[in-house]
C-alpha cells in the first residue's frame, strides 16, 4: 500500500514539475505582454540568498485601471520566480511604472519578464 501511494504521489508532484512556468515559455498565461510604460524603474538586483551572485527572472501578471488616462500596475501577482529572489524586487519596480491607457479594457490582464544577470557579457 505504501508503495503505491508513492508512485502515486511521484507521479503527481511530475506533473506539477512539469507544468511549471518559465521565463522563456509565457504561452500559458491568460495575459497580453505589456509593452512601453511611459514611465520605467529597474528592478534592484537582490543581494539575499545570492552568494556568489546568480543569473534569473521573475514574471509577473497585473492589470491596468481605466478610472485615469495613464495607471501604474495593480493586482500584480507573481507568476514564477527563479530561486524565490527575484520575485518581490521585480514586483517593487513594477509597482512604479506608468502606462498610458489606451483602449485597455480594465479586465485584462498582462504580463512581464524581467531577466537579472550580472555577467560581463
Known amino acids: 500500500m505504501r508503495v503505491l ?3 502515486f504521489f511521484l507521479m503527481l ?13 509565457v504561452s ?7 509593452e512601453n510604460p511611459v514611465v520605467k524603474v529597474a528592478p534592484d538586483y537582490p543581494n539575499k540568498g545570492t552568494q556568489p551572485p546568480v543569473s534569473g527572472c521573475a514574471v509577473l501578471t497585473f492589470s491596468l485601471d481605466r478610472s485615469e488616462p495613464a495607471s501604474t500596475p495593480k493586482n500584480i501577482k507573481i507568476e514564477h520566480e527563479t530561486g524565490k529572489v527575484f520575485g518581490k524586487s521585480a514586483k ?4 512604479k511604472w506608468l502606462y498610458i491607457n489606451r483602449n485597455v479594457p480594465e479586465s485584462d490582464r498582462y504580463y512581464i519578464v524581467f531577466h537579472f544577470d550580472l555577467s560581463d557579457s
Not at 506539477?16 to 522563456?24: F, H, K, M, Q, T
Not at 517593487?92 to 509597482?95: C, G, I, Q, R, W
Open 5 to 7: 501511494f508513492l508512485a
Open 13 to 25: 508532484a511530475g506533473k506539477g514539475i512539469a507544468s511549471e512556468l518559465s521565463c522563456e515559455d
Open 28 to 34: 500559458t498565461l491568460s495575459a497580453v505582454h505589456a
Open 92 to 95: 517593487n519596480a513594477l509597482e
